[in-house]
């Protein structure tokens, strides 16, 4: 399956079992999040070191409620604690996750 060119084509991919094999890592663990399996998604980005993980990270324990672990991923990927909704910033990381892939 080729990479999503889009956030529209990443959500169609959802009624699947498991992402692509071929993704980035960043991609797949955004599709586990996407899914509500928050413990696959940790799994898979725990342990990356790269800032867009660290920022994915940072998303999921803000959506865990963690937020004192939250901020301290935030802080490791270089953003701020963001002031919008966890869907929006989900989007938000599909979408450069997205963009940087098809770079």
Same mark, same amino acid.
């Given at each position: 399956? =080729?990479?999503?060119?889009?956030?529209?084509?990443?959500?169609?991919? #959802?009624? &699947? $079992? %498991?992402? /692509?094999?071929?993704?980035?890592?960043?991609?797949?663990?955004?599709?586990?999040?996407?899914?509500?399996?928050?413990?696959?998604?940790?799994?898979?980005?725990?342990? =990356?070191?790269?800032?867009?993980?660290?920022?994915?990270?940072?998303? #999921?324990? &803000? $959506? %865990?409620? /963690?937020?004192?672990?939250?901020?301290?991923?935030?802080?490791?990927?270089?953003?701020?604690?963001?002031?919008?909704?966890?869907?929006?910033?989900?989007?938000?990381?599909?979408?450069?996750?997205?963009?940087?892939?098809?770079?």
């Amino acid at each position: 399956m =080729a990479i999503p060119k889009n956030l529209q084509e990443f959500n169609s991919t #959802l009624i &699947r $079992e %498991e992402p /692509d094999k071929s993704w980035p890592l960043a991609l797949k663990g955004l599709w586990f999040a996407a899914k509500g399996d928050w413990q696959s998604a940790h799994d898979l980005i725990d342990g =990356a070191k790269e800032e867009m993980s660290s920022w994915i990270h940072a998303h #999921l324990h &803000r $959506e %865990e409620g /963690d937020e004192w672990n939250a901020a301290y991923w935030y802080r490791l990927a270089q953003r701020p604690v963001p002031k919008i909704s966890l869907q929006e910033e989900r989007n938000q990381l599909i979408d450069i996750v997205l963009e940087q892939t098809l770079l």
